[in-house]
């Protein structure tokens, strides 16, 4: 007869119940926190991300409050306290974490146990220099264009041009430096999203997706950037985009019809400004070479009918116009990955990507030398 171990058998399962253990410490975080100057009120805690959505609300008693959230791996979240306009930005991790701030600088809470959020810290700071540069410019841009009433002179574009580049090559820096300096950390591929993917930019988000170590790139903000990748590709330069869409009458417009010509596809809405302040300089565009083989079809993200039809008579856009009104939730902003407005991408004759986000100068030029 096979005489038992016992020892064995209880190691065994000593064993087992540390991994159980473990595994059910894993999928949550549990969140303690104390607002110093603020005995009670209501606190949210939320995440920004669509896809790994997580929206909760509790109240505080004597200036304390506990969340507790099923979460499998380091998340971003913001934290905010109701009728109060500031917020914090925090990484949680799935463990027992705490916080300590006040009610009007929340960004000046501490947040204790969370490995990711000491390196998120340090992204802050670095970036925080960065953008600090931005206001100055834009405020010397609104004083001589009297807040866009005016076209600035070349030499001011030159000089807010000039300015903007030199904070996109200092944010390459930085970004860059930290996911070098913590390469499998989770917080890099969210940079890496929130500032190549949210503001498109291809190449510098491949190049610094190939920074990350394979814990990073199998985190799920890592996920996501390849997800974004193979969407990317399909509007690539060299690639052959298709869809057919209802346009304004009802009746679907198949972009492969349109080859044969030059064709600017052109994402925009009625509330978008930024689409709004560069439809003249399209118009312009289109008057010029329309009869030498361009068209034109604008996608528009707007949910309203009515906004849409009145956007396009009010700025004169006399081209292929096209939407399923559902914004966002548009499945061919999802298919593309369009995540900003303006975005456009032209094709040649036969159909294929040549240019991508053409707008101001860079379309004229770009059209100056097709035509």
Same mark, same amino acid.
């Given at each position: #007869?096979?005489?038992?171990?016992?020892?064995?058998?209880?190691?065994?399962?000593?064993?087992? #119940?540390?991994?159980?253990?473990?595994?059910?410490? &894993?999928?949550?975080?549990?969140?303690?926190?104390?607002?110093?100057?603020?005995?009670?009120?209501?606190?949210?805690?939320?995440?920004?991300?669509? @896809?790994?959505?997580?929206?909760?609300?509790?109240?505080?008693?004597?200036?304390?409050?506990?969340?507790?959230?099923?979460?499998?791996?380091?998340?971003?979240?913001?934290?905010?306290?109701?009728?109060?306009?500031?917020?914090?930005?925090?990484?949680?991790?799935?463990?027992?974490?705490?916080?300590?701030?006040?009610?009007?600088?929340?960004?000046?809470?501490?947040?204790?146990?969370?490995? &990711?959020?000491?390196?998120?810290?340090?992204?802050?700071?670095?970036?925080?220099?960065?953008?600090?540069?931005?206001?100055? #410019?834009?405020? *010397?841009? @609104?004083?001589?264009?009297?807040?866009?009433?005016?076209?600035?002179?070349?030499?001011? *574009?030159?000089?807010?041009?000039?300015? #903007?580049?030199?904070?996109?090559?200092?944010?390459?820096?930085?970004?860059?430096?930290?996911?070098?300096?913590?390469?499998?950390?989770?917080?890099?591929?969210?940079?890496?999203? @929130?500032?190549?993917?949210?503001?498109?930019?291809?190449?510098?988000?491949?190049?610094?997706?190939?920074?990350?170590?394979?814990?990073?790139?199998?985190?799920?903000?890592?996920?996501?950037?390849?997800?974004?990748?193979?969407?990317?590709?399909?509007?690539?330069?060299?690639?052959?985009?298709?869809?057919?869409?209802?346009?304004? &009458?009802?009746?679907?417009?198949?972009?492969?019809?349109?080859?044969?010509?030059?064709?600017?596809?052109?994402?925009?809405?009625?509330?978008?400004?930024?689409?709004?302040?560069?439809?003249? $300089?399209?118009? $312009?565009?289109?008057?010029?070479?329309?009869?030498?083989?361009?068209?034109?079809?604008?996608?528009?993200?707007?949910?309203?009918?009515?906004?849409?039809?009145?956007?396009? $008579?009010?700025?004169?856009?006399?081209?292929?116009?096209?939407?399923?009104?559902?914004?966002?939730?548009?499945?061919?902003?999802?298919?593309?990955?369009?995540?900003?407005?303006?975005?456009?991408?032209?094709?040649?004759?036969?159909?294929?990507?040549?240019?991508?986000?053409?707008?101001? @100068?860079?379309?004229?030029?770009?059209?100056?030398?097709?035509?």
């Amino acid at each position: #007869m096979t005489r038992i171990n016992h020892k064995i058998i209880l190691l065994f399962f000593a064993t087992l #119940m540390v991994k159980m253990t473990s595994a059910q410490k &894993s999928h949550s975080v549990s969140l303690s926190g104390d607002i110093s100057d603020l005995k009670s009120g209501k606190i949210y805690l939320s995440t920004i991300d669509a @896809d790994h959505k997580i929206s909760d609300s509790t109240f505080l008693k004597n200036g304390k409050f506990t969340f507790t959230e099923k979460i499998n791996e380091p998340t971003f979240f913001v934290l905010k306290i109701a009728g109060i306009q500031n917020q914090t930005a925090v990484f949680l991790e799935p463990e027992t974490i705490t916080f300590k701030g006040s009610k009007d600088s929340l960004q000046k809470g501490k947040l204790t146990g969370s490995k &990711s959020e000491n390196e998120w810290k340090e992204w802050s700071a670095a970036w925080n220099k960065i953008a600090r540069q931005a206001g100055p #410019m834009y405020q *010397r841009l @609104d004083s001589v264009t009297q807040k866009g009433k005016v076209k600035e002179s070349a030499a001011e *574009r030159k000089i807010f041009d000039d300015g #903007m580049q030199s904070l996109n090559d200092q944010t390459a820096v930085a970004v860059t430096s930290f996911i070098k300096k913590h390469p499998q950390s989770p917080v890099g591929p969210f940079i890496i999203y @929130d500032r190549y993917i949210s503001y498109p930019n291809p190449q510098m988000a491949d190049k610094t997706y190939a920074l990350l170590g394979t814990k990073a790139k199998e985190s799920y903000y890592g996920k996501k950037i390849k997800e974004y990748q193979q969407i990317a590709a399909k509007t690539a330069v060299g690639s052959y985009p298709d869809f057919a869409i209802a346009d304004t &009458s009802g009746k679907l417009l198949k972009l492969s019809d349109l080859r044969g010509k030059y064709v600017l596809v052109d994402f925009w809405a009625s509330w978008c400004l930024p689409c709004r302040k560069e439809n003249p $300089n399209v118009v $312009n565009a289109y008057r010029k070479y329309h009869d030498k083989g361009l068209e034109i079809v604008g996608v528009s993200l707007d949910t309203k009918k009515a906004s849409w039809i009145k956007a396009i $008579n009010m700025d004169n856009l006399t081209w292929h116009h096209v939407s399923d009104l559902k914004g966002w939730q548009s499945a061919i902003v999802k298919e593309y990955g369009i995540t900003v407005v303006p975005t456009n991408f032209l094709l040649d004759k036969k159909g294929k990507v040549v240019a991508k986000n053409l707008r101001e @100068d860079a379309l004229q030029e770009k059209l100056g030398q097709i035509f």
